[in-house]
Nanobody
Framework: QVQLVESGGGLVQAGGSLRLSCGVS????????MGWFRQAPGKEREFVAM????????QYSGSVKGRFAVSRDKANNRVSLQMNTLKAEDTALYFC????????????WGPGTQVTVSS
């Protein structure tokens, strides 16, 4: 079982930057996919970005591509999300998720960290 804990959220003005971090423990992450998702009030949880733990290959949603960057630190078992040029519509609770190689979807989640962008 993988345990995830997010940090780094906060209040920032539009146009600013934040860096989210996700600490991972519980098992080795070989062949896992790590992802960032977000959920705004009254909306469904949506995909933001993901990274293959082994290869480092990344994918992004269209709404954040070019502004956000996901990375992983194998030595410290951490996944980060660098968010630049933040917009008011990026305001949400951000979750770190883990998808094992034998699961079809993300089954492990952290408690989330709040990001609020003021316009």
């Amino acid at each position: 079982q993988v345990q995830l804990v997010e940090s780094g959220g906060g209040l920032v003005q539009a146009g600013g930057s934040l860096r989210l971090s996700c600490g991972v423990s519980g098992r080795a992450l070989s062949s896992y996919t790590m992802g960032w998702f977000r959920q705004a009030p009254g909306k469904e949880r949506e995909f933001v970005a993901m990274i293959d733990w082994n290869s480092g290959s990344t994918q992004y949603s269209g709404s954040v591509k070019g502004r956000f960057a996901v990375s992983r630190d194998k030595a410290n078992n951490r996944v980060s999300l660098q968010m630049n040029t933040l917009k008011a519509e990026d305001t949400a609770l951000y979750f770190c998720g883990a998808r094992s190689p034998w699961d079809s979807g993300f089954k492990n989640w952290g408690p989330g960290t709040q990001v609020t962008v003021s316009s």
